[in-house]
């Protein structure tokens, strides 16, 4: 009996290496989300819608338990992801946007809990955001890859051959990356 077709290795093959293609993009997603960070941590008075967005984002995460909140932190981070990634890029703005809106969203949550200090904000983000901040970074690179990619790598993939390659970037490595992410910070959720 021959053994069935095996295209996950291919297809994982091909995620590494569109990411791979899509590393001086991704940097600069790094780049811009640190740089609104910083301008978020340094004026939170300026940035007072961001409380609005805040509240807004956080009414919709409480009294969950650990099943619902990891899965509804889980479905807003892979559609967040997705969008930026794989579904509207706009020449690579919309992602870059998104990386600076998520920047500036931490860097305000930051500065507007002074009564936090930098340890306790290091407990409450990292443990999660060692598995979502590349998955994000990965998103918003690789979708600004797709935007702006062809016009500064010479590159001479189409647009559906692009968006395929993000599709295998999103699956076999974001969507992973998020998964575990939502279980911490689920688990993190439960003991607070």
Known sequence: MPLPDNRFFPMLNEALQTI???RPFIL???LVYCAAAVAG???P???QFMEDQFMELAKR???LNFIEFSTRIFMHNLVASYLAMCFVTLFGIIPMILAAFNGLLLGW???WLPEVSWMQLAVMLVPHGMFEWPAMFIAFGVGMWRGMGGMFTGTTLTWWQLWKKANYAYFFVVVPL???AAII???YHLLT
């Open 20 to 22: 791979r293609a899509a």
């Open 28 to 30: 600069s997603a790094v």
């Open 41 to 43: 941590w340094v004026y």
């Open 45 to 47: 008075g300026e940035l």
């Open 61 to 63: 995460f409480q009294d």
């Open 109 to 111: 949550f930051a500065g």
């Open 178 to 180: 998020l998964f575990v």
């Open 185 to 187: 910070e689920g688990r």
